[in-house]
């Protein structure tokens, strides 16, 4: 199977942990060489992030049982980068239009 | 130890609990009986009950309030969090609640038993060291507030004078008799 070079994830989690447990539990997998998280909604129970994993081989099970262990649920997989080198998206005419 | 604010409510009440309580103890068996043994046996027993209830009271209380907390945060996050970290946070708080409630109400306790341990066992001596002991409460209760330190130590002290007072009239009421 193609190694996942990026992942780009929203996730909803509880406040606590805070976004620097979270972000620092999924750097300490294998493989994964860096983590961006960045929050854009938070209510009094809950906060929605968005994490860009990005690796030389990860583990996408591993990245989802690390965030479901720390009480967060993922959403949708926004964005996947897979393959031997990461390919950025294109933009198209469609896009500028 | 790098204490919150959280255990220091427990700190507090613990210990309040426990130092007003035994001295009561002290003070209403020292009307009957000057024998230092039984004091020591009375005040003893009272602290160790005081001790365990406090402890056991705080376990359920948290244990429910948490479980509450975890079920809003579950609704919100449409998920179980069952054998999460979140859960185990909420599991260690709920045992180190209890576990300082129970042990400040115990050292609490020791406060006016220590002159009757170290045979300079008086109602008076007692006294005097509980009201030292609840300076020192109203101080960290001042810092942990970070409110004046001087109000702190004045409604700390006062309100437990009053509890001593009260007994004391009790006291004073059965002598009459």
Do not use: C, W
């Not at chain 2, 009957?32 to 046996?41: F, K, L, W």
Request: proline residues 2%.
């Amino acid at each position: 199977m193609s190694q996942i070079k990026r992942l780009v994830l929203d996730v909803l989690k509880p406040h606590e942990p805070t976004m620097i447990e979270v972000a620092s539990a999924i750097g300490d997998i294998q493989d994964v060489d860096g983590v961006n998280m960045s929050l854009y909604e938070v209510d009094q129970q809950t906060e929605n992030v968005k994490i860009t994993v990005e690796g030389s081989d990860i583990d996408y099970d591993i990245v989802l049982r690390t965030i479901e262990n720390l009480g967060a649920v993922v959403h949708s997989v926004d964005e996947i980068i897979a393959g031997k080198k990461i390919v950025e998206e294109e933009e198209t005419l469609h896009d500028r239009g | 130890m790098n204490l919150n604010i959280e255990e220091g409510r427990y700190i507090i009440l613990g210990s309040i609990d426990g130092l007003l309580a035994t001295l009561g103890i002290i003070v209403g068996v020292s009307v009957t009986s000057a024998s230092n043994p039984v004091i020591v046996s009375a005040a003893f027993g009272g602290a160790i009950a005081l001790a365990l209830t406090n402890g056991l009271g705080s376990y359920l209380a948290e244990s429910t309030i948490e479980h509450g907390k975890l079920a809003v945060t579950e609704k919100s996050l449409l998920r179980d969090l069952s054998n999460t970290y979140v859960e185990s946070l909420s599991r260690r708080k709920i045992m180190k609640d209890a576990v300082f409630s129970g042990a400040a109400s115990f050292l609490g306790s020791l406060v006016p038993i220590s002159p009757y341990l170290l045979s300079v066992g008086s109602v008076i001596v007692s006294v005097a060291l509980s009201l030292i002991s609840l300076v020192a409460l109203g101080i960290y209760a001042g810092y942990i507030s970070k409110q004046s330190y001087i109000v702190s130590v004045i409604k700390m002290v006062g309100l437990g004078a009053l509890i001593i007072v009260a007994v004391q009239l009790l006291r004073i009421s059965h002598l009459i008799q």
